[in-house]
């Protein structure tokens, strides 16, 4: 049998270096290597003839050799020029600095080149291609997988890795579908899935390879969440919390009236509390809906009940904040919160556990510090986790844990189409603000290009003179945290050295000290601070009054989600809001979704077009949604096979509630896997 967990550092031609490299993908064992997914594919296979090439495009063409290269030296490069010819015309191709081609191309042969096209005014040309002999088939000739990569590892050399992974593995994967799942839904067996999804013949092959991959995903999936489902309906003794303790008199008492949609939810919440059912709650509601004070409310409701409440937030600055929003509320209701996140002093860290321990502590609000092993409950009845996809299953599960089948309530601000909402979260009930507060105007939002820049940058001192704050957020140039770092380092030096000069400017980013994020933070919070420059660290849940105005630098390469995400940092006071959303390219896509942007600020269409938009092209991965993450399933393109799917699983955990029967036992070892593997932080 093949060991998949073998190290890839031992897989021939990878070694230390090469290794690490890999590592930096998530790869580190053969298995990972294999089940690394090409992001799209290239047809190398179809061959056009010259004269049919379009300026532009990327063309697979064959010619016969009718020139010796030719090198032509330049001030700091030297460029290789080569003439080719088929039937219909001719073609030059070109190289840059590599010398190495002088003595590949003999005159008279016939070769296949692979690369751009540029055809203007009647010349072709064919930059930088790969190439073959005629018979050759190495790099053209075939469907060729495209990676996504890290720095210094190229298409060929990871193709090349997975190849030799490949065969490493040749027939022996084991089978991880039961047999008559396969054959009912007439299904690829994993060994052929696994080679095709890399080296598609055909492109149907490639079709049934990811149909394959996918209906598992999904299948096991849908499988542990139903699981999780009826494990908590098994539980009898949830908490029952003190019917007389009426959430009404604190609601009085609060600055704004509750929306309706609010009130509903906390109708729910406060059944579902009351009875001795756990409480699994899943409480969805677009940015800025008011989920906080629903937390608030309930946490006060467990609280006077005599029990404790954790709320987990994803970052230092979310909890401060909250703890700042409980507190204002709670203050003088005799209840005692406290912060704990990881730049907690030691000292007072101890103090918060020994409280927390005798029950001193009513409600303790942090990050995943909160986790830790020594941070024990007296008697823990709430869990309220912030922003759900930040925290996986796994992570949900180990806080309950420190209580007694305490109740548990997940916020999440990513809003998506319920039918979706039922099946991805099938182990929790849903509640759902669907309804903004009354005095939230629309964000003003506009899509501009470059030439716009100088109307922008004067747009932006108008605010701030008119006593307004505004964010500049720049993307995430993924697989490269240094690159990053330059680009929002050098950004913010231009903002601050040239054009905002006279502002008090100032930048976050990933890589600084929490303690240094927050001060800054607060600055910004305290009005201190009239420009904030950041990669997307501010993106959930941050609250800024009067910050007006959210400029998104590239914003094409955000998902629509997550610009809704980041607009809806502004608006949150009585000022009128605007977001400028910059962007480059052309592409129908690009504008497309930024005029979706601009056209609506309801989070639930934006969900819907997103998935709708991400649909063809970019298949695989939905972790920038929010949503739970999967590797090959598309929820649009795959909601038909997502319903099949669904209804197999209640189906075979009708039959087989434990999946112990000897037909499943590779289905309840996967599920078993994914919940070990389900971490998402
Ligand atoms: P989110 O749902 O994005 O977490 P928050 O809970 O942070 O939103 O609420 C955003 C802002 O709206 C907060 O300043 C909060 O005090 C305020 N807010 C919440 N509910 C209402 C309401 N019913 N009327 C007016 N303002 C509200
Ligand atoms: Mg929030």
Redesign the pocket.
Known sequence: MVNLEKQVQYIKTVGPNRAELLNKLGIFTLKDLITYFPREYEDRGKVKKICECIDGEVALIEGVVVSRIVEIKMRNKAMYKLQLRDETGTCTALWFNQSYLKNIFKPGEKYKFYGKISSQYGRVEIASPVYDKATETRNTGKIIPIYPLTKNLTQNVLRKIIELGLSEVEDELEETLPEYILEKYKLMNLNDTIKKIHFPEKLEDFEQARKRLAFEELLIMQLALLELKNSYLSEKNGIAFEKNIKISEVINE??????KA?LRVLEEIELNMESNKEMNRLLQ??????????AILAAYKAAKSGYQVAIMAPTAILATQHLE?FTQILNNKGINCELLISSTTKKKKEEIREKLKNGKIDILIGTHAILEENVEFKKLGLVVT?EQHRFGVKQRTKITEKGQNPDVLV?S?TPIPRTLALILYGDLDISI?DEL???RKKIETYAVRKNMEERVNNFVKQQIEEGRQAYIVCPLVEEDEESDLKAVTSLAEKYKKEIFSQYRLEYLHGKMKPKEKEQIMQEFKEGNIDILISTTVIEV?V?V?NASLMIVENAERFGLAQLHQLR?RVG?GEYKSYCILKYEGNSENTRERMKVMCQTNDGFIISEKDLELRGSGDFFGTAQHGLPELKVANLFEDMPLLKEVQKLAIDILKEDQKLEDIKNKKLRKAVKEKFKTRIEI
């Open positions: 609060l600055p704004f009236k509750l929306t609010q509601g677009d940015v800025g809906s008011g989920k906080t004070v629903v929003s912030d916020m601000a603000i507060p009354p005095n849940g609250n009054p809806g949150r």
